[in-house]
């Protein structure tokens, strides 16, 4: 039985369907937008507040290693 043959259940029209896609696709953006938002403010945070390090893990070029 395939979705168009249940019994009891109507048709929609074409302009409400398009108006409940167009929602539902609002909503995913936003979610999307809010997603990356949230992560990008993390990954700021975490920049900002973590202590350097006192010491570089690899010496630059031209500079000895510490000992």
Do not use: K, N, Y
């Not at 108006?19 to 938002?37: K, Q």
């Amino acid at each position: 039985m395939t979705a168009h043959d249940r019994p009891g259940q109507r048709e929609l029209p074409e302009q409400l369907v398009r108006a409940l896609a167009a929602e539902v696709s609002l909503r995913s953006r936003l979610r999307h937008l809010a997603v990356g938002l949230a992560g990008g403010c993390g990954a700021a945070v975490i920049a900002v507040l973590w202590p350097p390090s006192r010491a570089p893990c690899r010496p630059g070029p031209g500079r000895p290693s510490p000992r």
